[in-house]
């Protein structure tokens, strides 16, 4: 997979790793143990394996869901950016973590309709989706400081390259 990047164990990066453990099965958090034992031998950066999470999380009754859903959609008092978000989470059931982590590139607006690849997948979003999301583009936050002016994230943090924190 690194190879296909144009990359080597040494010159991974959080980004990759992220990336991989992204966009793949969950067994991959069993690659913890290599990880740790290439970083203690300076094969690699220093790089941290996300947690294993256990159990399964609680689900929202469905008519909670559905008034959150309705809430996000239409508040315009809500940040957009948590509306956008928070949408991701209720109708395509996305991690923050990976949420966190869309590059702009993964947005393609084409007339009215907006599209968003999350992994391999390119899916059209629907309305009022959609508009919230195609405006995110447009008013990204953070993008005003000299170290963030050109951000490849969809939701980029406050400091220069990272993206917003999903805690």
Same mark, same amino acid.
């Given at each position: #997979?690194?190879?296909?990047?144009?990359?080597? +164990?040494?010159?991974?990066?959080?980004?990759?790793?992220?990336?991989?453990?992204?966009?793949? *099965?969950?067994?991959?958090?069993?690659?913890?143990? @290599?990880?740790?034992? &290439?970083?203690?031998?300076?094969?690699?950066? *220093?790089?941290?394996?996300?947690?294993?999470?256990?159990?399964? *999380?609680?689900?929202? *009754?469905?008519?909670?869901?559905?008034?959150?859903?309705?809430?996000?959609?239409?508040?315009?008092?809500?940040?957009?950016?948590?509306? %956008?978000?928070?949408?991701?989470?209720?109708?395509?059931?996305?991690?923050?973590?990976?949420?966190?982590?869309?590059?702009?590139?993964?947005?393609? %607006?084409? =007339?009215?309709?907006? #599209?968003?690849?999350? &992994?391999?997948?390119?899916?059209? +979003?629907?309305?009022? +989706?959609?508009?919230?999301? &195609?405006?995110?583009?447009?008013?990204?936050?953070?993008?005003?400081? &000299?170290?963030?002016?050109?951000?490849? #994230?969809? @939701?980029? =943090?406050?400091?220069?390259?990272?993206?917003?924190?999903?805690?």
């Amino acid at each position: #997979w690194l190879r296909s990047r144009g990359t080597t +164990l040494a010159g991974c990066d959080q980004h990759d790793l992220d990336e991989w453990f992204a966009n793949g *099965p969950t067994t991959r958090i069993f690659v913890r143990r @290599f990880i740790t034992f &290439a970083v203690q031998r300076r094969i690699c950066p *220093p790089l941290r394996v996300p947690v294993q999470q256990h159990g399964q *999380p609680n689900a929202l *009754p469905d008519h909670e869901r559905v008034a959150l859903v309705r809430r996000l959609f239409t508040d315009d008092t809500l940040a957009i950016v948590d509306r %956008v978000a928070g949408l991701l989470v209720l109708l395509y059931a996305q991690p923050a973590a990976r949420i966190s982590r869309l590059p702009v590139e993964a947005v393609t %607006v084409t =007339g009215q309709q907006v #599209w968003l690849r999350i &992994a391999a997948e390119q899916l059209p +979003l629907p309305e009022p +989706l959609a508009g919230l999301t &195609a405006r995110l583009l447009a008013q990204r936050r953070n993008m005003a400081t &000299a170290a963030n002016p050109s951000s490849p #994230w969809l @939701f980029p =943090g406050a400091l220069a390259g990272q993206t917003l924190s999903n805690h």
